[in-house]
């Protein structure tokens, strides 16, 4: 039609030649973007396609990379699990344990790992950064179990999240360049089965507290100083492995960063920044990360939710069963640990098949598992107030739960870490865990605020827990699972490096822009609210 045909074309010269000449010119000016000058370029000799590592080595470090990890987990089920003791000791307010479990140390966490994971990024120095910032939250974690009042635990656990902040993204960036491509899935699933084990071990240890009468604040001493020395055997026996290659199918992935290191502090400033700008650009025109990370918040919103009320809100309904918090523990432990180990086995099983299996086991998992938690919360319901069926009601869906929500962590971090640049991936990973960090944080401090005035010990606050759980818990789960269906075919398009190109249209730019201010608005509004009503 007279008007709407590309110049070429209506000018009658050869229209297909011109319009790949464009579109090359338009790819090596969005390539240019994103990448160094090209007389700092070293032509990849710092990336290898497949890790080298001996397997005594990878376990070794695996080993402690975990345990460093679980110890990092354990004081929100110290918190968990204690809570009333907590609360007495400190003589807290529900909303002053909701800030503790919540955004007190959920925004220093979220905006500290991030300049953390890029220095460790830039320097090129993980292991040393993740045992500095080990041996600086095992101490932390050491003056919160010697606090007396709110303030003082308070302080402890924010500076416990400053060196909390970069442990995750730091122990993933380096399991994805211990081993191959295909089984980074499986040893990334192990390193979360940390969370679980710290689960259970808390259980355990909040059962053997209460029968010696032991006050909660030991355990947080003693895994402090466990940790001090778990943090000196990391930086001893932990090597900086070399930079494996991106699973992203683009010259832009594994070149973004290749430069030699400046002498003069100048070139040095200047060649961060130019990195950082490039890392940004690099992660604001993938087509998948923002959709992925939108849905991995709801939920980690939801289990974050689950691990700090569940726990409280079961041996309160179920008061007669000394023994359930033992129980609860255990089932954790047992069918989460097998849950992402079997993810992470599954996705490195079929990874020649296909990249995208992680996506239908957290949105397929989590939708099915929103039918069991509601279960187990009502479990003594569907029982007619029978305690011995209720309780057996209890477990038996608690563990179907389990066995379909969690198998999605080792296996969904690493498809992140292998989609990224790789000699930015942990700044990347920091992004990727920070934004989920301040929106799930919300979901504790929500239920603190709107628990506010109630008394822990009544059944209203019992029920308002129950009401919490049964709404938050199922909706999250169902809006990360629709979410991460519909990132699929954008995540196959990121595979095969068809990034946004050229300049971020108006529509991406403004969807960032409300994104950001419903966030910011997100965090200052809901801290804000609770320093006004603690005071």
Same mark, same amino acid.
């Given at each position: 039609?007279?008007?709407?045909?590309?110049?070429?074309?209506?000018?009658?010269?050869?229209?297909?030649?011109?319009?790949?000449? &464009?579109?090359?010119?338009?790819?090596?000016?969005?390539?240019?973007?994103?990448?160094?000058?090209?007389?700092?370029?070293?032509?990849?000799?710092?990336?290898?396609?497949?890790?080298?590592?001996?397997?005594?080595?990878?376990?070794?470090?695996?080993?402690?990379?975990?345990?460093?990890?679980?110890?990092?987990?354990?004081?929100?089920?110290?918190?968990?699990?204690?809570?009333?003791?907590?609360?007495?000791?400190?003589?807290? #307010?529900?909303?002053?344990?909701?800030?503790? $479990?919540?955004?007190? =140390?959920?925004?220093?966490?979220?905006?500290?790992?991030?300049?953390?994971?890029?220095?460790?990024?830039?320097?090129?120095?993980?292991?040393?950064?993740?045992?500095?910032?080990?041996?600086?939250? #095992?101490?932390?974690?050491?003056?919160?179990?010697?606090?007396?009042?709110?303030?003082?635990?308070?302080?402890?656990?924010?500076?416990?999240?400053?060196?909390?902040?970069?442990?995750?993204?730091?122990?993933?960036?380096?399991?994805?360049?211990?081993?191959?491509?295909?089984?980074?899935?499986?040893?990334? #699933?192990?390193?979360?089965?940390?969370?679980?084990?710290? &689960?259970?071990?808390?259980?355990?240890?909040?059962?053997?507290?209460?029968?010696?009468?032991?006050?909660?604040?030991?355990?947080?001493?003693?895994?402090?100083?466990?940790?001090?020395?778990?943090?000196?055997?990391?930086?001893?026996?932990?090597? &900086?492995?070399?930079?494996?290659?991106?699973?992203?199918?683009?010259?832009?992935?594994?070149?973004?960063?290749?430069? &030699?290191?400046?002498?003069?502090?100048?070139?040095?400033?200047?060649?961060?920044?130019?990195?950082?700008?490039?890392?940004?650009?690099?992660?604001?025109?993938?087509? #998948?990360?923002?959709?992925?990370?939108?849905?991995?918040?709801?939920?980690?919103?939801?289990?974050?939710?689950?691990?700090?009320?569940?726990?409280?809100?079961?041996?309160?309904?179920?008061? $007669?069963?000394?023994?359930?918090?033992?129980?609860?523990?255990?089932?954790?432990?047992?069918?989460?640990?097998?849950?992402?180990?079997?993810?992470?086995?599954?996705?490195?099983?079929?990874?020649?098949?296909?990249?995208?299996?992680?996506?239908?086991?957290?949105?397929?998992?989590?939708?099915?598992?929103?039918?069991?938690?509601?279960?187990?919360?009502?479990?003594?319901?569907?029982?007619?107030?029978?305690?011995?069926?209720?309780?057996?009601?209890?477990?038996?869906?608690?563990?179907?739960?389990?066995? =379909?929500?969690?198998?999605?962590?080792?296996?969904?971090?690493?498809?992140?870490?292998?989609?990224?640049?790789?000699?930015?991936?942990?700044?990347?990973?920091?992004?990727?865990?920070? =934004?989920?960090?301040?929106?799930?944080?919300?979901?504790?401090?929500?239920?603190?605020?709107?628990?506010?005035?109630?008394?822990?010990?009544?059944?209203?606050?019992?029920?308002?827990?129950?009401?919490?759980?049964?709404?938050?818990?199922?909706?999250?789960?169902?809006?990360?699972?629709?979410?991460?269906?519909?990132?699929?075919?954008?995540?196959?398009?990121?595979?095969?490096?068809?990034?946004?190109?050229?300049?971020?249209?108006?529509?991406?730019?403004?969807?960032?822009?409300?994104?950001?201010?419903?966030?910011?608005?997100?965090?200052?509004?809901?801290?804000?609210?609770?320093?006004?009503?603690?005071?």
């Amino acid at each position: 039609m007279p008007g709407s045909a590309h110049p070429a074309v209506a000018n009658g010269s050869i229209s297909a030649d011109r319009l790949r000449e &464009e579109k090359s010119q338009s790819k090596e000016k969005y390539q240019k973007e994103l990448r160094p000058p090209s007389d700092e370029l070293l032509n990849g000799n710092d990336l290898v396609q497949e890790p080298s590592v001996p397997i005594w080595r990878i376990a070794v470090s695996l080993t402690l990379l975990f345990l460093n990890y679980f110890l990092a987990q354990y004081d929100k089920f110290i918190l968990s699990y204690f809570q009333d003791d907590v609360i007495s000791t400190l003589n807290l #307010s529900q909303s002053s344990y909701g800030l503790l $479990s919540g955004y007190a =140390t959920g925004i220093v966490y979220a905006l500290l790992a991030l300049p953390t994971a890029y220095v460790a990024d830039y320097t090129r120095a993980r292991v040393w950064v993740l045992s500095i910032a080990a041996t600086w939250w #095992s101490l932390c974690a050491i003056f919160q179990g010697l606090s007396h009042n709110f303030w003082q635990i308070l302080l402890a656990r924010i500076g416990m999240g400053v060196g909390q902040a970069p442990v995750e993204a730091l122990s993933v960036s380096l399991i994805s360049d211990l081993m191959g491509k295909q089984y980074v899935f499986l040893g990334a #699933s192990v390193l979360y089965v940390g969370v679980y084990i710290g &689960e259970a071990v808390s259980g355990q240890i909040a059962v053997a507290f209460a029968k010696t009468h032991t006050p909660w604040n030991t355990a947080l001493i003693a895994i402090g100083i466990v940790g001090v020395v778990v943090a000196l055997l990391v930086r001893i026996v932990v090597h &900086e492995p070399r930079r494996q290659s991106a699973l992203v199918q683009s010259f832009v992935s594994n070149n973004l960063g290749e430069h &030699e290191m400046p002498s003069s502090h100048k070139a040095k400033i200047s060649n961060a920044i130019t990195d950082l700008k490039a890392t940004s650009a690099y992660i604001a025109r993938m087509r #998948s990360f923002w959709i992925l990370v939108l849905s991995a918040s709801f939920r980690q919103l939801s289990g974050n939710v689950f691990g700090y009320y569940m726990p409280t809100y079961l041996s309160t309904l179920f008061s $007669s069963h000394p023994n359930l918090l033992s129980r609860y523990g255990i089932i954790v432990g047992v069918v989460g640990s097998v849950a992402v180990l079997f993810g992470g086995l599954m996705t490195s099983m079929f990874w020649k098949r296909t990249k995208t299996l992680p996506l239908y086991l957290t949105s397929i998992g989590g939708m099915v598992s929103s039918i069991f938690v509601l279960l187990m919360i009502f479990s003594k319901s569907i029982a007619g107030g029978d305690d011995p069926r209720g309780i057996r009601i209890l477990y038996g869906t608690m563990s179907a739960a389990y066995l =379909t929500a969690e198998l999605w962590l080792g296996a969904m971090n690493s498809l992140i870490a292998l989609l990224l640049p790789p000699r930015y991936k942990t700044f990347g990973l920091a992004i990727w865990a920070s =934004t989920q960090v301040l929106i799930y944080s919300s979901g504790p401090e929500i239920i603190g605020l709107a628990l506010r005035n109630v008394d822990s010990d009544s059944q209203t606050y019992l029920d308002g827990t129950k009401i919490a759980l049964a709404v938050i818990i199922p909706i999250g789960y169902w809006i990360a699972g629709i979410g991460f269906l519909m990132a699929l075919n954008l995540v196959k398009r990121d595979l095969n490096g068809d990034f946004v190109q050229g300049s971020l249209g108006q529509t991406r730019r403004l969807s960032f822009g409300i994104f950001a201010l419903i966030l910011g608005g997100l965090v200052i509004g809901l801290f804000v609210a609770s320093i006004v009503y603690r005071a």
